[in-house]
């Protein structure tokens, strides 16, 4: 406790992160503001829109996930 406390300030350890990194960080405010002003929109109309704006294509799943993350149901 003392070594990790000297070493960073704090006595508890950071969790470590798994998996695989976040694809769409910077992404999610576009879809609120998508979701905001159409909240019956489809997953394959909010991928259109990330493609035109961003030139991205990810995965319906993705999408969901990150929908999820930031409240919607």
Same mark, same amino acid.
């Given at each position: ?12 350890? =950071?969790? @470590? ?5 976040? $694809?769409? &960080? ?22 259109? =829109?990330? @493609? ?5 294509? $990810?995965? &319906? ?13």
């Amino acid at each position: 406790v003392l070594a990790l406390w000297q070493r960073s300030g704090n006595v508890v350890n =950071e969790p @470590l992160r798994t998996g695989r990194p976040r $694809v769409l &960080n910077s992404y999610e405010i576009l879809m609120s503001c998508l979701i905001e002003h159409k909240p019956d929109m489809l997953l394959k109309e909010i991928n259109d =829109e990330l @493609l035109k704006a961003f030139e991205t294509d $990810v995965s &319906n799943q993705t999408i969901s996930r990150a929908l999820k993350y930031c409240g919607y149901p």
